[in-house]
């Protein structure tokens, strides 16, 4: 099949699949009575994700953990200065005070630590134990502040009944997982046939795909009056990619690190959760989403640069 098309084929999956599973998610959710800010950050986060905890396996079994790298620190970028900032341009956010405290400060620690552990030149096997360990810490505080805010919630992406749910979860996971496969495919021989670097393809190509289920929970959830849970989906998925999943593909397979590339990605991701940082009482401008769009088309005219 022709590279281009696997591709193609791979993204409509995990568009798809993220859908099903995102609302799946969130509807199993609703009727365990989590609090709306809680879902995103924890359960929607994780299902939206799924594409790049796939590509991760995916690609680290395959020997090239490069793309998986590339593709949970582009996807970060794109979360915030793309998805975020789509939302953005709808009207201004109000960040509720635990996203301010537990997500915004870790999903800025990741891109540090990250460069820090890198100066070797290698992601190695006790550098995903340390990944491991901040993502279960977070994760902790997380389930915490859950408990602390049980509460009867709204549907956010629809009712379903406890069957349809559970049908809705499997049968995203399962396109999910094959988006995963197709994905590493077609990217591997793009790379390939046009002589890019791997990491480039994944920071940018598959990144963008990857990140479809967050860009379409952000902007149901906005339209829909819910911007507590398209945030919390957005910094949790950042966490989930910058801790969890670059954790087990340095645990399957230890990445080495093109350095100049890497810091391209690691630079502008924690700028743009600088512009996005909310101030005063909480409120993120719309204004805000404008300066974080012209900032992606920076990143993306520098990364292509390399």
Known sequence: MNDYVTLLLGLACAGIGGELFVRGAVGLAHWL????????????????????????????????????????????????????????????????RDSIRRDFPMALLIPVITGVLILDGTLGRLDGVIFMGMFLAWLVA??????????AT???????????????????????????????????????????????????????????????????????????VGLGTLLGSNVFNGAFIISVAAVIHPITVDWQEVVIALVFGFVALILAYPTGKGFIERKRGFFLLALYAVYLTAILQQ
């Open 33 to 96: 009575r989590i609090s709306p800010g809680i879902i995103g950050a924890t359960i929607a986060a994780f299902a939206t994700s799924s594409p790049e905890l796939s590509v991760s396996i995916s690609s680290a079994m395959s020997g090239v953990p490069q793309i998986a790298l590339g593709d949970a620190l582009g996807s970060n970028v794109v979360n915030v200065a793309l998805i975020l900032a789509v939302a953005l341009t709808i009207s201004g956010i109000l960040c509720p």
């Open 154 to 228: 709204e549907s956010v992406l629809g009712e379903f009944r406890v069957g349809m749910i559970l049908l809705s979860c499997l049968s995203g996971l399962t396109l999910l997982l094959a988006a995963g496969y197709l994905i590493v495919v077609g990217a591997r021989g793009i790379a390939m046939s046009h002589g890019m670097d791997e990491f480039i393809i994944g920071a940018t190509v598959v990144a963008v795909g990857t990140s479809v289920p967050e860009l379409a929970t952000a902007v149901i959830a906005k339209l829909r009056g819910h911007d507590e």
């Open 142 to 151: 997380a389930i915490i502040e859950s408990r602390k805010q049980r509460s």
